[in-house]
Antibody, heavy 118, light 112 residues
Framework: ELQLVESGGGSVQPGGSLTLSCAVS????????MHWVRQVPGKGLVWVSR????????AYSDSVKGRFTISRDSARNTLFLQMNSLRAEDSAIYYC???????????WGRGTMVSVSP | DIVMTQSPVSLPVTPGEPASISCRSS???????????LYWYLQKAGQSPQLLIS???NRASGVPDRFSGSGSGTDFTLMISRAEADDVGVYFC?????????FGGGTKVEIK
């Protein structure tokens, strides 16, 4: 069964750090580019970051560039998002999802909530 | 960045009746390969988004045929031929032509 399971969310103070994980099963990370997308509850979806198949090519939204780092561990079939210098505006549900060719975001995890407040 | 604009923001639908959602992009989504890189997703309450339509008009696996997508360039439409109670939720369009991938603001569909 195909699954993407995010974890690592929680409450943190501004300026703090968190590392999100996305454990995948039912498919191999080696076959997909992987992404993080976030959503303030009740609001829209915002793409955050992506990593290519071998992990060497990454991209970030302007709002997180320089603060977040995406990575992947194919041996563990796990995607990560290291988030530093967190701000209140980073508070959201973070989803991991995948793409391959023209198949874009066909499966999503259930998300993990990040809350940044004093 | 490509800006995606959806309308309406809220859409009350009558079961059995058709419904449509519009999505416009600030730039053409027509790739040189001849395909429009426009996708539709549905997010039901308390759930993560689910893919409905790829490349403007291709239904994803398992999506009922009452859903259809059309359009090209900058104007796209998602049609529900006969709305059902299970179709309630927020519908998002998204462009995948150019990084960063960007989403429309969403259309909330509810049953009258």
């Amino acid at each position: 069964e195909l699954q993407l399971v995010e974890s690592g969310g929680g409450s943190v103070q501004p300026g703090g750090s968190l590392t999100l994980s996305c454990a995948v099963s039912g498919f191999s990370l080696n076959d997909y580019w992987m992404h993080w997308v976030r959503q303030v509850p009740g609001k829209g979806l915002v793409w955050v970051s992506r990593v290519n198949i071998d992990g060497r090519i990454t991209a970030y939204s302007d709002s997180v560039k320089g603060r977040f780092t995406i990575s992947r561990d194919s041996a563990r079939n796990t995607l990560f998002l290291q988030m530093n210098s967190l701000r209140a505006e980073d508070s959201a549900i973070y989803y991991c999802t995948r793409t391959r060719g023209t198949t874009v975001f066909d499966f999503w995890g259930r998300g993990t909530m990040v809350s940044v407040s004093p | 960045d490509i800006v995606m604009t959806q309308s309406p923001v809220s859409l009350p639908v009558t079961p059995g009746e058709p419904a449509s959602i519009s999505c416009r992009s600030s730039q053409s989504l027509l790739h040189t390969d001849g395909r429009n890189y426009l996708y539709w997703y549905l997010q039901k309450a308390g759930q993560s988004p689910q893919l409905l339509i790829s490349l403007a008009s291709n239904r994803a696996s398992g999506v009922p045929d009452r859903f259809s997508g059309s359009g090209s360039g900058t104007d796209f439409t998602l049609m529900i031929s006969r709305a059902e109670a299970d179709d309630v939720g927020v519908y998002f369009c998204m462009q995948a032509l150019q990084a960063p991938l960007t989403f429309g603001g969403g259309t909330k569909v509810e049953i009258k």
